[in-house]
């Protein structure tokens, strides 16, 4: 069974690190799957879950909050500006986050801290996405 090499990288550590048979992940014009051989890529990344189909069959999520993915026949490289492995994930502290940032929403008086609390409310709610994915799959 081919696989291709997939690498999960954060500011801080190598988050990932394995091979797959096939890597789906939340690109900035839609939703990506990539299988071995695929052609060659370079694309933004939105905020979500990245699902890694293992060559034993086993599954692997990691929440990354936006970054660059990169494709190459035999590589798939994601650097991410955060990265945290699915049984890693917080949900009661993301969903603090996601209620702290609705309330920024309402209370910002510049056009920075707007768009500061949507980022910070996009990326809330992207990890509380992933949680519910994660949840789903292990049918939890």
Do not use: C, W
């Amino acid at each position: 069974m081919a696989t291709i090499k997939v690498d999960i990288v954060s500011a801080e550590e190598l988050v990932y690190s394995g091979h797959a048979t096939f890597v789906a992940l939340p690109g900035e014009a839609g939703d990506l799957g990539i299988l071995p051989g695929h052609t060659p890529l370079i694309t933004r990344i939105r905020p979500g879950a990245v699902r890694i189909e293992a060559k034993n069959g086993d599954e692997e999520f990691v929440f990354v909050a936006g970054g660059i993915l990169e494709i190459q026949p035999g590589t798939v490289t994601v650097l991410a500006d955060t990265a945290i492995r699915g049984k890693d994930l917080d949900e009661a502290k993301a969903e603090q986050a996601r209620r702290e940032a609705e309330e920024a929403l309402q209370n910002t008086g510049s056009n920075l801290e707007y768009a500061t609390a949507q980022a910070e409310l996009a990326y809330a709610t992207a990890q509380l996405a992933a949680i519910q994915r994660l949840r789903q799959r292990r049918g939890g």
